[in-house]
């Protein structure tokens, strides 16, 4: 797909190659050098020549009248020298005849790519650890991993959505323990997970006065490992409660999983590879446990089998990791996690390196950092955390209150309210760089003004309602002379800029990339809503054009809520 930047960029590329014999640039190196002016008064995009002047041996305002010289086609109305910049304006004639009818074709596709066709992307993310709270800090995981799937799909790659449940370990033993000891059957079914966290908490507090209870936790998860029947029955009922209920925070966000393979899915894997490793001579015994010694790469030693032979986490990765390329042969492994997990994600890459895999470089870790609540830091072994679950909760409640105050009576509210409520904190969140932390403020996040995701759905229903207002989409032949008002150029500018925030958003995995564009895009249009008359423009053309306009909006806005699992909604 052509973006006005590329094609800028080939055409200075072009030119430069007719200055030096042997070219060292490359079309997209000029098409990086490329930026966007603060100003709109200094043009649309400027190119600062400074980086050639070396290779050129000129000073830049000489290599811009050398580069600028008959520049122009039908993207490129003018391209001007001001000192060592060029500066490009892009022709309305390509912005309303060309991107506009674009848009209106390739309806949701617009913005899509297919270099990622044939190829394949694995995608490991919110797996949480089955009996313990899904609480806020998995939210990270779970929306930017989503967000993540939906961009590489979007660029055509094949891709397979792996919820990588922590189903296995310790804390089963400890599970079984305190169900044993302070459990029922009738609690836990009438109680569902709540029952199995409190009881999960439970153990927590009575190991602290009563340590010999770890051990019987440990001695039951080995139990566990060797297939005892009665632990594995209890273990596959806690999963299964867990599972509904995750479903249910999944539903609301719109996310599905292609795979729900989780840890416990490794282990009749774990011998063959802790015989791969023996073999290898990468395998050392360390006070009795297995080990891999990573020392020469100034990371601690990798834990592959505790003393008493029961497998770990980062053993269960790596068996993960060989059994995904051969059943996937995936051209990307990316694994969301929060950054607490950076260390062990870059020992299992360095093991699965020694074991001379040349594909763990295509082994990627994506961290993020951590989330608190209201200033609040969030526990998982304590009962003092916050589950997603309420947190979706409280804010679809709030939007209800804030519906009831603006008297907004709808059929579908309580679909409505949802939508907005998770929608309020999906966008929040993502809003903010991904590897930072973050305080979530419940009120911030629900404002309908601002950079908020109820500002942004709001906008997305005004697209809607102008639609329906007019009766319906018009089909006009438009063309440069339609735009009148520099807000409506302004708008098409912005959204000629969707396929190359899609780019950057693959290329830098920061869904980021799209909450701000979903922000630039609903103040260009509400800009545009504010200056221009749509349905009650003068003349049938205008309106039509004004139309036209609104609806090509609609569509990138909505194609890129649904690059970040934000739902759509035609009336608030
Ligand atoms: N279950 C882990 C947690 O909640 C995350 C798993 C991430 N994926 C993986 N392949 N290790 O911390």
Not at 111 to 129: A, E, I, Q
Not at 264 to 291: C, N, Q, W
Request: with cysteine; aromatic share 10%; net charge negative.
């Amino acid at each position: 797909m052509l973006t006005v930047k590329k094609h800028i960029g080939e055409c200075l590329y072009e030119k430069y190659t007719g200055l030096v014999s042997t070219p060292t640039m490359s079309a997209s190196d000029f098409e990086g050098f490329l930026e966007y002016p603060p100003d709109e008064a200094l043009g649309d995009l400027a190119f600062p020549c400074f980086k050639l002047s070396r290779e050129l041996k000129m000073a830049p305002p000489a290599i811009a009248a050398k580069l600028c010289d008959n520049l122009g086609d039908d993207i490129i109305d003018r391209a001007v020298t001001a000192g060592g910049y060029i500066n490009f304006y892009i022709s309305p004639d390509y912005l309303a005849g060309k991107l506009l009818p674009e848009i209106v074709e390739k309806r949701e596709k617009y913005g899509s790519f297919d270099f990622g066709k044939g190829k394949t992307v694995v995608l490991d993310y919110s797996s949480p650890n089955v009996a313990k709270p899904f609480h806020i800090g998995h939210l990270g995981t779970t929306v930017i991993g989503h967000a993540l799937k939906m961009l590489h799909s979007f660029a055509g790659y094949h891709c397979v959505g792996i919820n990588h449940l922590g189903d296995w370990g310790t804390q089963f033993g400890k599970m079984i323990v305190a169900y044993r000891k302070w459990g029922s059957r009738e609690a836990v079914e009438k109680g569902g997970v709540d029952e199995l966290v409190s009881l999960y908490v439970k153990f927590h507090e009575e190991a602290e006065k009563d340590p010999s209870l770890e051990d019987e936790a440990r001695a039951e998860f080995t139990k566990l490992e060797h297939r005892d029947e009665e632990d594995l029955k209890l273990w596959k009922w806690f999963i299964d409660l867990s599972l509904v209920e995750y479903e249910k925070t999944y539903k609301q966000l719109g996310i599905t999983f292609d795979s729900y393979c989780g840890e416990s899915f490794y282990t009749d894997k774990m011998p063959a590879v802790v015989e791969e490793l023996r073999e290898k001579h990468l395998l050392e015994i360390d006070d009795g446990a297995s080990i891999v010694n990573l020392e020469k790469y100034n990371m601690p030693p990798c834990l592959i089998l505790k003393k008493d032979g029961s497998t770990l986490y980062p053993a269960r990765d790596i068996a993960a990791a060989i059994y995904r390329k051969k059943t996937y042969n995936f051209d990307k492994c990316i694994y969301v996690t929060s950054a607490g997990q950076s260390l062990h994600f870059a020992q299992i890459f360095k093991v699965v390196e020694l074991m001379g895999y040349d594909w763990a470089k295509q082994l990627i870790h994506v961290p993020y950092g951590t989330v608190s609540l209201n200033g609040s830091k969030l526990a998982t072994r304590t009962g003092n955390v916050i589950l997603l679950r309420d947190l979706f909760s409280e804010a679809i409640d709030k939007v209800k209150e804030i519906m009831d105050e603006k008297h907004t009576s709808l059929e579908n509210r309580d679909e409505v309210a949802e939508a907005v409520g998770v929608g309020a904190i999906v966008y929040y969140y993502l809003s903010n760089n991904r590897i930072k932390d973050i305080n979530f403020v419940l009120e911030d996040a629900l404002n309908f003004d601002g950079n908020t995701g109820p500002y942004a759905q709001y906008t997305y229903a005004r697209t809607c309602s102008i639609i329906s207002k007019a009766g319906g989409v018009p089909e006009i032949t438009p063309t440069g002379a339609d735009i009148t008002d520099p807000s409506e150029a302004a708008l098409l500018k912005t959204l000629s800029l969707f396929p190359e925030k899609v780019l950057e958003a693959i290329d830098e995995l920061e869904p980021l990339v799209i909450a701000r564009y979903i922000y630039e895009i609903c103040t260009s249009f509400n800009r545009f809503y504010h200056e221009c008359q749509i349905v009650t423009a003068s003349s049938q053309r205008t309106r039509d054009f004004r139309v036209l306009l609104t609806d090509c909006t609609r569509t990138v806005l909505g194609s890129a809520f649904d690059l970040i699992c934000m739902k759509k909604t035609e009336k608030i």
